[in-house]
């Protein structure tokens, strides 16, 4: 991981990054919430597996008719679970590590040359300049729809 320098109260020193991450994926949960976001992440993996599991106990249990119809039930149990609308800030926070190290490298670029110490004064400081908060949005919005195929949805 590359460590960034940043302004302290002392002057500028090393933050690391894990506090540098902390602080930006609380700004895009902040953002999210504000928005109202809420995203659905399609399974395709998990809806595939369910189907040939109910395919399979339906063959085992009624023959080449229980294939049929233990398919047919599975797809239609993986197709009813998929596109669940959560809202994003959960959506983020369940994201594996690398993808919030992913993500907060994009979102870093444009918060690089900001002066801030912490989460909330990133945030107020984002939140408080239009074209900075469009910026992360489109971020955020792009890093949903691109990298996790997420369907996005806003909620006032």
Not at 22 to 50: E, F
Not at 64 to 85: E, K, N
Not at 97 to 124: F, G, H, R
Request: some cysteine.
């Amino acid at each position: 991981m590359v460590s960034t320098m940043i302004r302290t109260g002392t002057g500028f020193g090393d933050a690391g990054m894990p506090v540098r991450a902390d602080a930006v994926m609380a700004l895009l949960s902040h953002v999210a919430t504000v928005k109202g976001m809420q995203a659905a992440v399609t399974h395709s993996g998990r809806g595939a597996m369910l189907t040939g599991a109910s395919a399979f106990v339906g063959g085992m249990l009624g023959g080449p008719p229980g294939i049929a119809v233990g398919g047919a039930v599975g797809g239609l149990l993986g197709w009813m679970t998929s596109g669940q609308f959560k809202s994003v800030p959960q959506v983020l926070m369940e994201l594996p590590a690398a993808e919030k190290e992913k993500l907060c490298t994009e979102a870093m670029a444009i918060v690089k040359n900001l002066d801030w110490t912490d989460a909330a004064q990133l945030i107020a400081l984002v939140m408080s300049n239009a074209a900075l908060k469009e910026k992360v949005l489109v971020v955020l919005t792009t890093y949903l729809t691109n990298e996790l195929k997420a369907q996005l949805k806003y909620v006032e």
